[in-house]
């Protein structure tokens, strides 16, 4: 999956007065959309390093970066202002997944930083008070300035479910955006465990009851600032899939050599999928 780094580092822990080098890479996250540099034959994923960016108009002083993280030393920064840079342009994640760029730690590193760009995007000011809010100098929060609230990085918790009968998976498809083989998803509500969840959303979206519900493994996913919690379960009694009509167009039992997915193997999903058709489940 996109968190497996073998050798690689990711630190994500939060050093406020760390200063950016001229080597550190930076994200200009704008539009849901980051800057990288335009694509050749190798297919790599370039980000531009503070000395490029320092070098052009739109640079406002170290003060502007805000530090994320490093992998393997490294670090990273993150400005929410749009750059002119030569030899580069702005991508979405979704496209940076679709064309499987490499390498796997810095595509990773992408998916993290939006994950944060977003939250630092939306969290301008309090949602007490209405004040300026400001980085805290502890711990990665934004502080409020008047009342001193403090909010961290949201983290939506959801789940992926492989629903099996016997030797045959549920495989569907979506009604609009993801075009291609998935599994049931959703995320968590309010006063719900994660089992609950699992078996809230195979009712609603296919009609079908499930037993044995099994824990698999978890994923960080920041296209959509997530936490994707992925489990198998049974189905209990009728395998008639009835849908809702809302989410999906599809829900079809699949036997283990016919399932197919996208590459690349970045995601949950398509780790279940392959788990079940190599037996693994």
């Given at each position: 999956m996109i968190?497996?780094?073998?050798?690689?580092?990711?630190d994500n822990?939060?050093?406020?007065?760390?200063l950016?080098?001229e080597d550190?890479?930076?994200?200009?996250?704008v539009?849901?959309?980051?800057?990288?540099?335009?694509?050749?034959e190798?297919?790599?994923?370039?980000?531009?390093t503070?000395?490029e960016y320092?070098?052009t108009a739109?640079?406002?002083?170290?003060?502007?970066l805000?530090y994320?993280?490093?992998?393997?030393?490294?670090?990273?920064f993150?400005t929410?202002?749009?750059?002119d840079l030569?030899?580069y342009s702005?991508?979405?994640?979704r496209?940076?997944?679709a064309?499987?760029?490499?390498p796997q730690?810095?595509?990773?590193?992408a998916?993290t930083?939006?994950?944060?760009?977003?939250?630092y995007?939306?969290?301008?000011?309090?949602?007490a008070?209405?004040a300026p809010l400001g980085p805290d100098?502890r711990?990665?929060?934004?502080r409020c300035s008047?009342?001193?609230?403090?909010?961290y990085?949201?983290?939506n918790?959801a789940v992926?479910v492989?629903?099996?009968?016997?030797?045959?998976?549920?495989?569907?498809r979506y009604?609009?955006?993801?075009g291609h083989?998935?599994?049931?998803?959703?995320?968590?509500?309010i006063g719900?465990?994660?089992?609950?969840?699992?078996?809230?959303?195979?009712?609603e979206?296919?009609g079908?009851?499930?037993?044995?519900?099994?824990?698999?493994?978890?994923?960080p996913?920041?296209i959509?600032?997530d936490l994707l919690?992925?489990f198998f379960?049974?189905?209990?009694?009728?395998t008639?899939v009835?849908?809702?009509?809302q989410?999906?167009k599809?829900?079809?039992?699949t036997?283990?050599?016919?399932?197919?997915w996208?590459?690349?193997?970045?995601?949950?999903?398509?780790?279940?999928m392959?788990?079940?058709?190599?037996?693994w489940?």
């Open positions: 968190q497996d780094l073998g050798s690689h580092k990711l822990r939060y050093y406020s007065e760390r950016p080098k550190d890479a930076v994200i200009s996250y539009g849901r959309k980051i800057l990288i540099r335009e694509l050749d190798a297919r790599k994923l370039v980000l531009p503070v000395a320092a070098g739109d640079y406002a002083g170290a003060a502007e805000i994320l993280f490093s992998v393997d030393g490294r670090g990273f993150m929410l202002v749009q750059m030569p030899g702005y991508m979405s994640l496209d940076i997944r064309i499987a760029l490499e730690e810095y595509v990773f590193a998916f930083a939006v994950h944060l760009g977003e939250w995007r939306r969290k301008r000011y309090c949602g008070c209405g100098s711990e990665r929060a934004m008047s009342c001193g609230e403090v909010f990085p949201r983290i918790p992926i492989g629903v099996i009968d016997h030797g045959r998976l549920l495989i569907t009604l609009r955006g993801y083989n998935a599994l049931v998803a959703g995320f968590a509500e719900e465990t994660l089992e609950e969840t699992v078996a809230r959303e195979v009712m979206e296919t079908l009851r499930v037993k044995n519900i099994r824990y698999y493994k978890s994923q996913w920041g959509a600032s919690t992925g379960c049974d189905v209990d009694g009728d008639q009835k849908l809702d009509g989410e999906l599809s829900a079809i039992w036997l283990r050599e016919e399932i197919t996208q590459p690349p193997e970045y995601s949950l999903t398509a780790d279940m392959k788990a079940f058709r190599e037996g489940i």
